[in-house]
């Protein structure tokens, strides 16, 4: 039974996510920095998710996300889980808005370095 990184990455990957995800939601014992900091993972998933949405595959993202997103309720002892997921939602919806409006610009143009 071998472990063939080309067709499990994502899996692998995912399970990591969760991992970090628990122990940095254990780490904090604060729920005000825990709000804070999934706000803006909220917000940094958006991204990520702005850029490959049209050019790559998205359900291995989305796994990766849900993945980090799991494992910080599973491990947020500090704060209410219900709170956590909607401030990561609020972040995700707000951060991919101003993204669609061009509000926050994405670097990637091929005018950008000269």
């Known amino acids: 039974m071998s472990f063939d990184w080309s067709e499990e990455w994502v899996e692998a990957f995912t399970v990591i996510l969760l991992l970090i995800g628990f122990i940095i939601a254990i780490a904090l014992?604060?729920?005000?920095?825990?709000?804070?900091?999934?706000?803006?993972?909220?917000?940094?998933?958006?991204?990520?998710?702005?850029?490959?949405?049209?050019?790559?595959?998205?359900?291995?993202f989305v796994l990766l996300i849900l993945g980090f997103l799991l494992g910080y309720i599973l491990g947020?002892?500090?704060?209410?889980?219900?709170?956590?997921?909607?401030?990561?939602?609020?972040?995700?919806?707000?951060?991919y808005y101003l993204h669609v409006k061009k509000i926050i610009t994405i670097f990637k143009s091929k005018g950008y370095v000269k």
Do not use: C, D, H, Q
């Open 29 to 60: 014992k604060n729920p005000f920095l825990s709000y804070v900091l999934i706000f803006l993972a909220g917000m940094l998933a958006a991204r990520g998710y702005y850029l490959r949405r049209k050019n790559e595959p998205i359900l291995p």
């Open 76 to 95: 947020a002892f500090s704060g209410n889980r219900m709170l956590t997921f909607l401030f990561f939602a609020v972040g995700f919806f707000v951060s």
